[in-house]
């Protein structure tokens, strides 16, 4: 089975060229000169942040530079290894290429041609996932979860994790009653006047019960929150452009006015207008 590229390979190799030239201890720049690993990989994390806000606004247009923007980073990482001489962005292309066939014997191998569902095959990636560890050697069932994830993403990744070995609530029913009983102990810490650090630590569990609860859903927390930004910045905008026609700013009015431009732009979203 082929598969037919559109991008040339002079494309890449003009990404790769400027990467380098960049990084060049003499003609590069110098703040591109003087990152590493460690202070490029929050600017990693936030370029995919960008693109999954892009996505939750329907900016096909920003989703288009957004996601330049992360191949940047894919580039600059690769790079960087290069000069260390870990692995090159070809060892990396190689890399994903290899693990895609591999875990898609459906489409590419033995198993060509077998129709099976998504479900299914999120199931076999799982399996395929722990086979390979296996072959690494002993550890945690816990060992594949990546450390690099945003938080929200890692919580569920633990929790899919260790409910591979039936350590999960049966149905969803009891994560509401979990959900509830962590906001009620994070209100009695409050009431208690507990440090920071405890309300941190109670806020936490409810986080990752809500992250539960969102995977029993099957829904994505991230996602989520992200389009529930997107929903409270259009809503925002909209009460200051009411608040404008009137001649008001939201700065000056109490809590109850601002409220009502609020549910004036909340209705209006209802209705498809914003």
């Given at each position: 089975m082929?598969?037919?590229?559109?991008?040339?390979?002079?494309?890449?190799?003009?990404l790769?060229a400027?990467?380098?030239?960049?990084r060049?201890?003499?003609?590069?720049?110098?703040w591109?000169?003087k990152?590493?690993?460690?202070?490029?990989?929050?600017?990693?994390?936030?370029?995919a942040?960008?693109?999954?806000?892009?996505?939750?606004?329907?900016?096909w247009?920003?989703?288009?530079?957004?996601?330049?923007?992360?191949l940047?980073q894919?580039?600059?990482?690769?790079?960087?290894?290069?000069?260390?001489?870990?692995?090159?962005?070809?060892?990396v292309?190689?890399?994903i290429c290899?693990?895609?066939v591999?875990r898609?014997?459906?489409?590419?191998?033995?198993?060509?041609?077998?129709?099976?569902s998504?479900?299914?095959?999120?199931?076999?990636?799982?399996?395929?996932?722990?086979?390979?560890?296996?072959?690494a050697?002993?550890?945690?069932?816990?060992?594949?979860?990546k450390n690099?994830?945003?938080?929200?993403?890692?919580?569920?990744a633990?929790?899919?994790a260790?409910?591979?070995i039936?350590f999960?609530?049966?149905?969803?029913?009891?994560?509401?009653a979990?959900?509830a009983?962590?906001?009620?102990?994070?209100q009695?810490?409050?009431a208690?006047?507990?440090a920071?650090?405890?309300?941190?630590?109670?806020?936490?569990?409810?986080?990752?019960?809500?992250?539960?609860?969102?995977?029993?859903?099957?829904?994505?927390?991230?996602?989520?929150?992200?389009?529930?930004n997107a929903?409270f910045e259009?809503?925002?905008?909209r009460m200051?452009?009411?608040?404008?026609?009137e001649g008001?700013?939201?700065?000056?009015?109490d809590?109850e006015?601002?409220?009502?431009?609020?549910?004036?732009a909340?209705?209006?979203?209802?209705a498809?207008?914003?």
């Amino acid at each position: 089975m082929s598969t037919t590229l559109h991008l040339s390979p002079e494309g890449i190799t003009r990404l790769l060229a400027i990467m380098a030239t960049l990084r060049d201890p003499v003609a590069g720049c110098p703040w591109d000169v003087k990152q590493d690993f460690d202070s490029i990989a929050p600017y990693t994390l936030e370029e995919a942040h960008e693109v999954a806000e892009a996505i939750a606004r329907r900016d096909w247009k920003g989703l288009c530079e957004e996601l330049g923007d992360l191949l940047l980073q894919v580039v600059f990482h690769a790079q960087m290894a290069e000069e260390a001489g870990h692995f090159g962005f070809p060892d990396v292309v190689a890399a994903i290429c290899d693990k895609m066939v591999r875990r898609h014997p459906h489409v590419f191998g033995d198993e060509q041609g077998l129709k099976i569902s998504a479900e299914e095959q999120t199931r076999r990636w799982a399996e395929q996932k722990a086979a390979e560890r296996a072959a690494a050697g002993p550890g945690s069932l816990i060992d594949g979860v990546k450390n690099g994830q945003p938080p929200l993403a890692r919580a569920v990744a633990l929790q899919k994790a260790v409910a591979r070995i039936g350590f999960d609530w049966p149905d969803i029913g009891p994560v509401y009653a979990k959900l509830a009983e962590e906001v009620g102990e994070l209100q009695a810490a409050q009431a208690a006047g507990s440090a920071t650090d405890k309300l941190a630590d109670e806020l936490g569990d409810v986080l990752f019960v809500a992250a539960n609860l969102a995977r029993h859903l099957g829904v994505d927390p991230a996602q989520a929150l992200t389009m529930t930004n997107a929903k409270f910045e259009r809503r925002f905008r909209r009460m200051e452009a009411l608040a404008a026609a009137e001649g008001v700013t939201l700065d000056g009015l109490d809590l109850e006015a601002q409220d009502r431009y609020w549910d004036r732009a909340k209705a209006e979203d209802h209705a498809g207008k914003l």
